[in-house]
């Protein structure tokens, strides 16, 4: 039963607020670590939010769906089984769909706004190769938080969706980085 | 259910989703991409992106979630005079959850400038930024929550399923635009 004071709310979210402010310092860290990379060529600091919500994104809808079925009693963690394998196979899905147009868009703003020294190609790259493994990693996270969840007894929709959608945040920026670096 | 006929069902109904989203990150984007000089100034600045965007989510995102469900449940009135007591009280708790957690980024994020031995501006400058911010988004996020979640229940739409993506899309542009204002008042004000 969910308090309804403001002292109750605050003090039942506090914790769990804190301790994912502390994981997305470490996105943070990382982003500090290539500051001179990202102001040097504003196009790729443009991919920062929308690759960072998008990873949360993708997550987020995986794990409630993930949820819902474990509710249902619908979810075998198996890898044949339909929702898990159909859930994943969506995600990439959206991922491989969504990113190279992310990657397209924030060019285009950026060239139309303060000129770009990255090519068009290398944006597109960079965005659709962090989308494609963001979404490998959101699936695992996902199937990892739902799993563990459901072993201990916990809700999965109270632990899983604040756990996944903030450490796909965190591995956001850590892909980005890591295709940065590769690329750039 | 074979797997193709699951995933091609989840890929279509997220998809739009989604997509709404990207396009609120890429507008989150261009605010940030135009923010270089903000960032060169205030070093350290760039660290606490992360954590503020995902802090907007978490709490407005939260604030919706327990709305709808209340709503759901009767416990609330979908008015906008703020009589009633629950809504004002959750309300209330939003606010201060998102300022606080704003502040406690700034002064742990502070702390691991420090201790990284980065460069850093004033912890002053910081956790001013954070809290003007904090102030600012969590009164735009409130009126776009409250007003989605009430508007959308009044029209028989299940307010579920509204409350996150208006939060993912609004969180990311009112997030970033809030810290590019906080900065420049911060900055106007003789910080950095």
Redesign the interface.
């Known amino acids: 039963m969910?308090r309804?004071?403001?002292?109750?709310?605050?003090a039942d979210?506090?914790p769990?607020?804190?301790v994912?402010?502390?994981l997305?310092?470490v996105?943070?860290?990382v982003?500090?670590t290539f500051?001179a990379t990202?102001?040097r060529f504003?196009?790729l600091?443009?991919?920062?939010?929308?690759?960072?919500?998008?990873a949360?994104?993708?997550g987020?809808?995986?794990a409630s769906?993930l949820s819902t079925a474990t509710h249902l009693g619908l979810l075998s963690f198996e890898p044949t089984d339909?929702?898990l394998?159909?859930?994943a196979?969506?995600?990439v899905?959206?991922a491989v769909?969504?990113f190279p147009?992310?990657g397209a868009?924030?060019w285009v703003?950026?060239a139309l706004?303060?000129g770009t020294r990255l090519p068009l190609g290398t944006v597109v790259l960079v965005a659709t190769l962090s989308g494609a493994a963001l979404a490998a990693l959101a699936v695992l996270v996902t199937v990892a938080a739902t799993y563990t969840a459901f072993r201990v007894g916990a809700d999965p929709d109270d632990v899983v969706l604040?756990v996944v959608?903030?450490t796909c945040?965190?591995f956001g920026?850590l892909v980005l980085f890591a295709v940065v670096r590769l690329l750039v | 259910m074979s797997i193709r006929t699951t995933a091609a069902e989840a890929y279509r109904e997220a998809l739009p989703v989604v997509a709404v989203s990207a396009v609120g990150g890429l507008f989150a984007g261009v605010v940030l991409g135009g923010m270089e000089a903000e960032l060169s100034q205030v070093p350290g600045l760039l660290l606490l992106v992360p954590a503020l965007l995902a802090t907007r989510g978490n709490v407005y995102g939260s604030l919706g979630a327990r709305l709808a469900s209340a709503l759901h449940q009767g416990l609330v009135e979908p008015r906008f005079d703020f009589a009633d007591r629950r809504t004002r009280a959750a309300i209330a708790a939003a606010m201060a959850n998102g300022v606080l957690v704003s502040v406690f980024a700034a002064l742990s994020g502070f702390g691991l400038l420090v201790a990284l031995g980065r460069n850093h501006a004033s912890l002053a400058t910081l956790v001013a930024v954070a809290f003007i911010a904090g102030v600012i988004s969590g009164v735009l996020l409130t009126l776009a929550v409250v007003g989605v979640v009430f508007i959308g229940h009044r029209r028989g739409i299940n307010p579920d399923t509204l409350a996150g993506p208006v939060v993912t899309t609004t969180g990311d542009v009112v997030g970033i635009a809030t810290m590019l204002f906080a900065v420049r008042v911060v900055l106007a004000l003789g910080g950095g």
């Open positions: 969910a309804w004071t403001v002292c109750g709310i605050v979210m506090m769990v607020l804190a994912l402010t502390l997305e310092l996105s943070g860290v982003l500090d500051q990202l102001l504003p196009s600091l443009v991919l920062v939010p929308v690759t960072i919500g998008l949360g994104n993708i987020s809808i995986m769906r339909e929702t394998a159909g859930n196979l969506a995600t899905g959206i769909t969504l147009a992310v868009g924030a703003v950026q706004l303060a604040p959608t903030n945040d965190v920026v």
